[in-house]
């Protein structure tokens, strides 16, 4: 069975930094591609940063140049490494997987940014 736990997250200043990980079981991290999404309060769940299993990566825009996602197969997770953080940034942070055709989330992790 596929689960995923997030941890990391926290209250932070702005241009502050954090890092979320999410600990994978019942997938194969690097034949998988994974997902962190964010849903900040009153908006929808958006795509934050994905990396394939050919180590390709993938940002939004609104992060590009400050997050960074890598894997550690030894440890099957998942990692965001959040730089430079803005109040804008503010939000439950999910991890994501697929696995024959179905959608695995984990439970997030609260990332608040404030002074």
């Known amino acids: 069975q596929v689960r995923l736990v997030e941890s990391g997250g926290g209250l932070v200043q702005p241009g502050g930094s954090l890092r979320l990980s999410c600990a994978a079981s019942g997938i194969v991290i690097s034949v998988n591609a994974m997902y962190w999404y964010r849903q900040a309060p009153g908006k929808e769940r958006e795509l934050v940063a994905s990396?394939?299993?050919?180590?390709?990566?993938n940002y939004a825009d609104s992060v590009k140049g400050r997050f960074t996602i890598s894997r550690d197969y030894a440890r099957s997770a998942v990692y965001l490494r959040m730089n430079m953080l803005k109040p804008e940034d503010t939000a439950i942070y999910y991890c994501?997987?697929?696995?024959?055709?179905?959608?695995?989330w984990g439970k997030g992790t609260l990332v608040t940014v404030s002074s």
């Open positions: 990396i394939n299993s050919g180590g390709d990566t």
């Open positions: 994501n997987t697929w696995r024959q055709g179905k959608a695995y």
